[in-house]
């Protein structure tokens, strides 16, 4: 792979510069940003961050502003060093531009959950495929066929979890799959106990029980036993909100079920889902704000109680056990008592914040609809 600077701009096709590291002084939105900032350009979307050792790795989604997306993978260690991988320069390693997140294994291979192009897997030199019909390297006569039904149960990948024994679980748009030691799946559906077959997000608590959040509210499965929870429970509040155009999916309707549309708030959609040190559970709703779950009961905040916004895109829990929220309002942190926000008046790059990072020092990295903002620690 051949590496390239910021200054000189991405390879494949992307605009001289679309990647580029501003000054910490640098306006930013309403407000000049402080030193406490520093901004990443993209123009595409930024769906995941992850950090490995020295390397900040972005998954990207294309969007209405700028048609190219891919993964991004930037030295720390350096201000201009970066490697871009997409499907034409990967030759079909990587299956589609939009990667919806990134997770490293405990071998350090890295696996990227892509909408519409299943799992990939890269482990530093040859990539692996895996479809619902079957998985192997992007070359020819070395594709292998699944059996029907043991293939992962979609090509659009929304989220990546790896359990106590390591073993791989997908959040797809036809149930959660998980992955056996032959590179084969099992997939869990509504048949099985799940809520809904359209799942975002993934969770693992410290009792090694499963939690997915889905377009029909929450499931818990603890490897028997499947308890679902919906807005009759507690899930979401009632708010009437919407969002014009569809910032998240790209289009109102998705995966050609009319009868799907994400326009409007829903209490039981949920599209992001953390577990902080206290074991609570944490979901973030389409447009119903973010509800905590302590086991016994339910709670949640919305805009009313100082969230940015209603939609929750992201969670992450930092080092020192504080909760993150990336909205369609901006970043919010929870303190314990009260709600603390960044919007682009404080110096955020963008208010809709798709993904959250923290790297080994502490720092948040958020990922907007344009690039990533740096809130250094301290």
Known sequence: MKRNTLSLGLAAGLIVSSLSLQAAQESSGDKAATSQWQHYTTRSKVMSITFEDHYLWLGLSPSAVFPK???????????KDFELFNPENTRGGLMSEGVYKIAIDKDGNRWFATYGGGLSK????????YTSEGFGPPQPHAWRSYPEGAGLGDMWVYDIAFDKQGTLWAATWKGASRMNGDGSFKTYATRDGLADKWVYALGIDGAGVYWFGTEGGVSRYDGRR?????????LGADI???IPG?????????HADPRKSNLASNPNYVMSLAIDANDNKWFGTWGSGLSRFDGKTWKTYTTRDGLAGNFVFALKVDQEGVLWAGTNGGVSYFDGKVWKSYTRKDGLMDDFVYSIGVD?????WFGTR???????QG
């Open 360 to 364: 080994k020092d502490n720092n948040k």
């Open 69 to 79: 997306g891919g993964v991004i993978r930037h030295d720390l260690n350096t201000v």
């Open 240 to 242: 009437q909100e919407a």
């Open 122 to 129: 890269f482990d530093g030199k040859q990539w692996t495929n």
């Open 246 to 254: 569809n910032p998240h999916h790209g289009q109102p309707a998705h």
């Open 370 to 376: 344009i690039g990533v903002s740096k809130l250094k």
């Open 226 to 234: 499947w308890t679902n929870y919906t807005h009759k429970n507690g």
